[in-house]
T-cell receptor
Framework: EAQVTQNPRYLITVTGKKLTVTCSQN?????MSWYRQDPGLGLRQIYY???????DKGDVPEGYKVSRKEKRNFPLILESPSPNQTSLYFC????????????FGQGTRLTVV | GQSLEQPSEVTAVEGAIVQINCTYQ??????LSWYQQHDGGAPTFLSY????GLEETGRFSSFLSRSDSYGYLLLQELQMKDSASYFC??????????FGAGTRLFVKA
């Protein structure tokens, strides 16, 4: 089954404790992306990657890091989480090109206290 | 900059037709997408308009007018299961995607 898998689904952590949210896709997609979703703000793009070892900033990259060492994986790293990073996070993947459907993971609800 | 505006909420009756509008500001883009998201779920792709005009996919249709900086999603024969949030999104062509804040659709019996 074609899917994007995120882990964990839920996470409560404390300020400053480094964490990683994993994302893996099994569709051999070149393009992967991370979004955060906050009430009234829709989905905002954090980082994206066009292929292995190629990443770039989205609209809200501050406080986040990513890596793309393998095509299927695109982890999101919060080196020193802060309460304003409490949010619902989605990973998505798609083939490169126009008119392509993005496939989203089930989301990770992160709370930073 | 680039931005999209959608109504925050729309309410309609089961069996009716509803239109969710999306206006945008951008210097250039490749296309406009629509996504559906049920509470607690992930966004799922509905449609993509690269060219002006209407794209039809079953009960859902999407429209784009580049000259008016405007698009809409049309849902026909509304069902209770269509109650969800709907997002329009700009494909900027630079690998960035800009989403609107979403429209919450309530379908009443």
């Amino acid at each position: 089954e074609a899917q994007v898998t995120q882990n964990p689904r839920y996470l409560i952590t404390v300020t400053g404790k480094k964490l990683t949210v994993t994302c893996s896709q099994n569709m051999n997609h070149e393009y992967m992306s991370w979004y955060r979703q906050d009430p009234g703000l829709g989905l905002r793009q954090i980082y994206y990657s066009m292929n292995v070892e190629v990443t770039d900033k989205g609209d809200v990259p501050e406080g986040y890091k990513v890596s793309r060492k393998e095509k299927r994986n695109f982890p999101l790293i919060l080196e020193s989480p802060s309460p304003n990073q409490t949010s619902l996070y989605f990973c998505a993947s798609s083939p490169l090109g126009q008119n392509t459907e993005a496939f989203f993971g089930q989301g990770t609800r992160l709370t930073v206290v | 900059g680039q931005s999209l505006e959608q109504p925050s909420e729309v309410t309609a009756v089961e069996g009716a037709i509803v239109q969710i509008n999306c206006t945008y500001q951008t210097s250039g883009f490749y296309g406009l997408s629509w996504y559906q998201q049920h509470d607690g779920g992930a966004p799922t792709f509905l449609s993509y308009n690269a060219l002006d005009g209407l794209e039809e996919t079953g009960r859902f249709s999407s429209f784009l007018s580049r000259s008016d900086s405007y698009g809409y999603l049309l849902l026909q024969e509304l069902q209770m299961k269509d109650s969800a949030s709907y997002f329009c999104a700009l494909d900027t062509g630079g690998f960035k995607t800009i989403f609107g804040a979403g429209t919450r659709l309530f379908v009443k019996a």
